[in-house]
């Protein structure tokens, strides 16, 4: 079973960039499509971005549409979340998820996440 390790969260001013990192281990990283969810103070986690296996198929919520992409490199077993243009409603607790890449059901693995705090 694969596990998952983020990195590359911090603050960062409005309009600025970040990128965040997720490497995976123990176990077949092109078994697995992989996303990134988020947390907010107070809110539900949400889905943010999602990779399939081979990188060529990629899918964003609405709200970071157009500023974050999602990418992969199997080579290194890593996914990473480009974020551009971050805005303060963007701060919150990324996660990175993996799931079967035959499953059409919810992502179960989950990394500990990385905080994002995006000052006005």
């Known amino acids: 079973q694969v596990q998952l390790v983020e990195s590359g969260g911090g603050l960062v001013q409005a309009g600025g960039s970040l990128r965040l990192s997720c490497v995976a281990s123990g176990g077949t990283f092109t078994s697995y499509s992989m996303a990134w969810f988020r947390q907010a103070p107070g809110k539900e986690r949400e889905f943010a971005a999602a990779?399939?296996?081979?990188?060529?198929?990629?899918y964003y919520a609405e709200s970071v549409k157009g500023r974050f992409t999602i990418s992969r490199d199997n080579a290194k077993n890593t996914v990473y979340l480009q974020m551009n243009t971050l805005e303060p409603e963007d701060t919150a607790v990324y996660y990175c998820a993996a799931k079967d890449r035959t499953s059409a059901g919810e992502y179960n693995l989950w990394g500990q996440g990385t905080q994002v705090t995006v000052s006005s």
């Open positions: 990779v399939s296996w081979s990188g060529a198929s990629t």
